[in-house]
């Protein structure tokens, strides 16, 4: 039978856009199917992505006015003790217009990512759950929908997320081990734009306490407790590890439990934010921080016969910060890369497109962050229980220390003369990314989705 | 049909997902893991064995198929268009 297509991309969260767009831009006829009815309706996420995921990734993302709600110029660390804050660092700080991140909400944002991916003459088909592949001789040749339609194709980019279940159904990776997951709940309030300002800043905040406080599960177990602050909104959430010690814990109890003895311990909720915000959302959902950390998880194949696997659902999450996107996006252009170059060989079998894997080894960032230890490490120095110690790592983590060589700073300047080289010009590219991202914020203008 | 919960501000449910989730009930042992990780209140013990009570309020994370111990719970994904939905994600 003649292919339908030459690429399937299963899912238009945050990589699958990307690869699509890469697909088509280079001739090759390209299929997305997304299971929600709008691209990013079902991805749920308190969202800042990190700046190097812009510098670095895709030129049209930087090129464009993608839907930012705040550029974050800085990180507050708050350490609270008996609802009381006795210290802070703020040692990550970059002016105007620089950001270490810009917030989104993640429906406009893949929408966005999505629109592109059309403009570039990729076919969107929304509304549609992948629930099996296509395998012949061993090679994955396509998917099969919930409408029981065959759609076939050279090349099946897998962007499905961290549930994975189509890479599970290919018989290439297996479901992640719960110590890898991890659950977390987020909080949507409105908040006027000026208080916003007034009390967060650009700033996204961290309250970071012992375990014996129970506001949040600290970074080591979960995610400590988080403010992502938006336009006219705030974002406070907090993860809980689905392992701790070994054990499973009441993490359905334990996230409520935090979170209602931080809105009624915490001073500077109760006084500075409580009275300001008006509740909006309550979402939930995993993502498997800790895969990279755990070598059954990290061996893992990435890729197969006809089948590349991208972001969340090759466990391409950073371990310290617990981002995917940039991840998502990296992977995403390598993937398109070594589709277009098997489909161009006649070629898609698992030999041919190991080179993906060698890629995504070869990336500044990629196994760099899925191996960054620093998170996991945090369970040891909230057992010592010093609290000089939970600063210091914090700092080195969270503050300016996160750009030490050792950590982010390294692929920080790999990529940056990986970029120079390949483009002299990037510096003032990226410059002009940093003023019109900013102005676009000051102005609230951003391109128009498919869906306004 | 398009459902909402007050205790769940900010999202929608849309009906007809089908069985996306199941419980095979040979293989589970009634630990009791998909309970103290489903925020959403999905699952309940009868007889020593889970059950689905409902998934109406369920946000497809799959923390129940993660934690089940037994091999006992399937999770695959709603039908197109069905199941939760959030502009605040």
Known sequence: ?452 | MVKTFQDIPGVEWVEGTGNFITIDEEKCTGCGNCLKVCLAGCYEIVNKKARIRSTEKCMECGACWYVCEDGAIDFSWPAGGTGFRTNWG
């Open chain 1, 1 to 452: 039978m003649a292919e339908q297509y030459d690429v399937i991309v299963v899912g238009a969260g945050f990589g699958g856009p990307v690869a699509a767009k890469r697909c088509a831009d280079s001739g090759l006829h390209t299929i997305m199917l997304e299971r929600s009815r709008i691209p990013g309706e079902k991805v749920v996420s308190g969202l800042v992505i990190p700046i190097y995921g812009f510098l670095f990734g895709p030129e049209f993302i930087r090129e464009g006015n993608p839907p930012l709600e705040r550029p974050i110029r800085s990180v507050m660390n708050r350490f609270v003790k008996n609802g009381e804050i006795y210290d802070y660092d703020h040692s990550l700080r970059l002016p105007a217009p620089i950001a270490v991140g810009y917030s989104t909400y993640c429906k406009p944002f893949c929408t966005w990512l999505a629109d592109r991916a059309v403009d570039s003459g990729v076919e969107l088909r929304t509304a549609t759950t992948v629930v099996d592949v296509i395998k012949e001789n061993g090679s994955v040749r396509g998917v099969i929908t919930d409408k029981g339609e065959e759609l076939r194709s050279k090349i099946v980019i897998d962007a499905g997320g961290t549930q994975n279940n189509l890479s599970i159904k290919a018989g290439i990776r297996k479901k992640f081990v719960p110590e890898a997951i991890e659950l977390y709940m987020i909080w949507d309030f409105e908040m006027a734009k000026e208080d916003v300002d007034r009390v967060f800043g650009n700033s996204m905040e961290f309250f970071h306490v012992m375990p014996e406080e129970r506001i949040g599960a600290p970074l080591g177990y979960g995610s400590a407790l988080y403010f992502f602050t938006y336009r006219n909104s705030i974002h406070p959430g907090m993860g809980q590890f689905l392992v701790t010690e070994g054990k499973i814990p009441n993490v359905a109890k334990l996230l409520r439990e935090y979170f209602d003895n931080f809105t009624t311990k915490v001073r500077r909720w109760r006084e500075d934010i409580a009275p300001k915000v008006t509740l909006r959302a309550v979402t939930w959902d995993v993502c498997p921080i800790y895969a990279g950390l755990i070598r059954e998880m990290r061996e893992m194949p990435y890729f197969g016969d006809g089948m590349l696997i991208i972001g969340d659902a090759a466990g391409f999450e950073s371990a310290a910060f617990g981002d995917g996107v940039p991840s998502a996006w990296f992977s995403a252009d390598i993937a398109a890369g070594v589709a277009l170059e098997a489909i161009k060989a006649g070629d898609t079998s698992r030999s041919f497109l190991k080179r993906y894997e060698d890629r995504v080894k070869a990336d500044p960032f990629i196994m760099h962050t899925i191996t960054d230890t620093r998170r996991w490490d945090m369970r040891e120095v909230l057992k010592s229980k010093s609290e000089s110690e939970l600063k210091r790592r914090i700092r080195d983590h969270w503050g300016i220390g996160a750009f030490k060589y050792k950590y982010l700073g390294g692929p920080c300047l790999k990529a940056t003369g990986r970029s120079i080289k390949n483009d002299a010009g990037i510096v003032a590219e990226w410059l002009e990314m940093f003023r019109r991202y900013y102005r676009n914020w000051e102005e609230d203008r951003f391109d128009r989705l498919s869906t306004d």
